[in-house]
Nanobody
Framework: QVQLLESGGALVQPGGSLRLSCAVS????????AAWFRRAPGNEREAVSC????????YYTNPVKGRFTVSSDTAKNTVYLEMSSLKLEDAATYYC??????????????????????????WGRGTQVTVSS
């Protein structure tokens, strides 16, 4: 049975840090591309970051670049998202995802984009991150 189980969401003050984890079962991470998305109330699901666990290639969207770090541990079949310098606008439900597409990003006419939600094969149920003073 395929399962992606996120954990680590919490209430944190602006400027604080959190580490999210995504424990995967039912398939091996090194055969997939892993990604993090988020959705704030009233907003659409937004791409955050991506990693190809088999080679460590990573991708970050502009809102989190320089503040978030994605990593994976294939021995533990787990993906992580280290978040620092958190802002109010980072508050959202964070979702772990896995895709059979062997890349994190693609070039478009207007630049580069991360994996799309429609390109995801498996989703976790999400973990809530609240940023508030």
């Amino acid at each position: 049975q395929v399962q992606l189980l996120e954990s680590g969401g919490a209430l944190v003050q602006p400027g604080g840090s959190l580490r999210l984890s995504c424990a995967v079962s039912g398939f091996t991470l090194d055969s997939y591309t892993a990604a993090w998305f988020r959705r704030a109330p009233g907003n659409e699901r937004e791409a955050v970051s991506c990693i190809i666990p088999s080679d460590g290639l990573t991708y970050y969207t502009n809102p989190v670049k320089g503040r978030f770090t994605v990593s994976s541990d294939t021995a533990k079949n787990t993906v992580y998202l280290e978040m620092s310098s958190l802002k109010l606008e980072d508050a959202a439900t964070y979702y772990c995802a896995a895709s059979l597409i062997p890349y994190c990003s693609a070039h478009t006419g207007s630049g580069e984009r991360m994996l799309l939600p429609m390109e995801i094969n498996y989703w976790g149920r999400g973990t809530q991150v609240t940023v508030s003073s």
